[in-house]
């Protein structure tokens, strides 16, 4: 598997490179002193250099050990849009020595209270727009001080922001490359992408547990609809999911990656990391839960997934997690979560609903829906809601999510 994929690889490139063993902070200590002047965020007609953001955080660092008394190790929440303030933040919190524990700032409050309860964390620093979701939470839950800036700090106040010229292909003269992840590009799209810039749209695979893409397609020899080829320092595999045995080209089972950006493990939760780390080849290789195939010239395609996850616009939601938040609805007896085909998400929420017998003809979709809206953050809240008078359950109770699951797509299919 590793020969196959050099017979594609990119002139130019490394196949293996030594790892740098500095640290992010001073990567951007010499960024800034080589380069002080040349700007490091452009931000809605804002500017800021390399070195005025290693002054700013520089100074929230002392500030966060001086007056907030974070120490070394302690969980630091960053809950706030991407901006330049998002980007100080965390190099403050690297530099004061604690951890940067970032939350994606579409969820609420109850959502918040995992997060922080999880971390152990005692300090948050959020977008002012954010605010009144995690003030709840101060004293309570254990979080004892918030930070929060503003967004308009760093903006150009001559820039229209709501200036929205069309789109047309000699204002994208400039681009020389366009590539994502997180999502399948739609055929259509890229189709579009290619006609309107004469490029073709590189797709990557990467998951929360790599801190970057394992795969991804070079400009130079790209695939539609494909994860691409392992990246340098990297190996990545096809496994049968129940035996663990390697498969070959065109076989298809669960893809395995070993490489630098593979984390080491889940945090409190040591059971977890033990069951997606196997022994392989000789490596410690990381399960992904996706099912994928290679073909012969060592591109990687992903087929479905092993886990039970939903991927709604590029965003995970975890069923589990959906249907906790849903047990708190006073006329919901039991509730399933599973994903449904949708022709703009490509996937979305569904839950299957069993109501509380009092409940049955006087509660509505709508009712349930929108509930959910005030509680869930906005890409996890479903959007479809079946009502059935029980859920489908084994010898032992648990539910039959898998058959509802299966149920779902045959019916998309068909």
């Known amino acids: 598997m590793q020969d196959r994929r050099y017979k594609h690889w990119p002139m130019g490139v490394p196949r293996q490179f030594p790892l740098p063993e500095t640290s992010l902070c001073y ?8 380069y002080a002047r040349k700007t490091a965020i452009y931000y809605y007609g804002g500017e800021l250099a390399f070195a005025e953001l290693k002054a700013q955080a520089d100074a929230l660092a002392g500030y966060l050990q001086q007056d907030c008394g ?3 190790g302690d969980r630091v929440l960053l809950y706030m849009q991407n901006s330049p303030q998002f980007v100080v933040a965390y190099y403050a919190i690297l530099r004061a020595d604690a951890v940067v524990v970032p939350v994606n700032p579409m969820n609420l409050t109850a959502e918040l209270t995992h997060y922080v309860s999880d971390a152990g964390a005692k300090l948050a620093i959020c977008g002012h ?3 009144p979701r995690i003030v709840p939470l101060l004293a309570a839950q254990g979080l004892a001080r918030i930070i929060y800036a503003s ?3 760093y903006i150009d106040p001559a820039t229209d922001l709501l200036a929205s010229p069309n789109l047309r292909a000699d204002s994208l003269k400039s681009l020389r490359g366009i590539a994502g992840g997180g999502a399948a590009m739609p055929e259509a799209v890229a189709k579009r992408l290619y006609e309107l810039t004469g490029l ?6 990467g998951l929360t547990e790599t801190a970057a893409p394992t795969h991804s397609n070079h400009p130079s020899r ?3 609809q494909c994860l691409g080829i392992p990246l340098c320092n990297t190996d990545s595999r096809i496994i049968d999911a129940d035996t663990l045995k390697e498969l070959g080209p065109g076989e298809t089972g669960e893809i395995i990656a070993c490489g630098p950006q593979v984390f080491t ?3 409190n939760n040591p059971d977890a990391t033990r069951a997606v780390f196997i022994q392989h080849d000789g490596k410690r290789f990381f399960r992904t839960g996706d099912l994928g195939r290679y073909d012969e010239d060592g591109y990687f395609f992903i087929v479905d997934r092993l886990k039970r996850m939903i991927d709604a616009s590029g965003f995970k939601v975890w069923p589990a997690e959906v249907e906790a938040m849903m047990y708190a609805h006073p006329d919901i007896q039991e509730a399933c979560v599973i994903g449904a085909l949708d022709p703009y998400r490509g996937e979305t929420v569904k839950a299957v609903v069993v109501l509380k017998a009092a409940s049955r003809g006087r509660v509505q979709a709508g009712d349930i829906i929108e509930w959910c809206k005030t509680h869930m953050a906005a890409y996890k809240y479903p959007r479809i ?3 059935v008078d029980s859920l489908p359950k084994s010898a032992t109770g648990k539910v039959m999510w898998r058959q509802l699951q299966e149920k779902e797509s045959a019916k998309a299919k068909a």
């Not at 990567?27 to 080589?34: G, I, M, S």
């Not at 073709?200 to 695979?205: A, D, L, S, V």
């Open 27 to 34: 990567n951007l200590e010499v960024a800034a002193t080589r």
């Open 70 to 72: 974070v120490r070394r």
């Open 129 to 131: 727009e954010l605010l």
């Open 151 to 153: 967004y308009a700090d």
């Open 200 to 205: 073709e749209f590189c797709e990557g695979y």
């Open 222 to 224: 790209p695939k539609r």
């Open 265 to 267: 493990g889940y945090w």
């Open 385 to 387: 809601i079946e009502f």
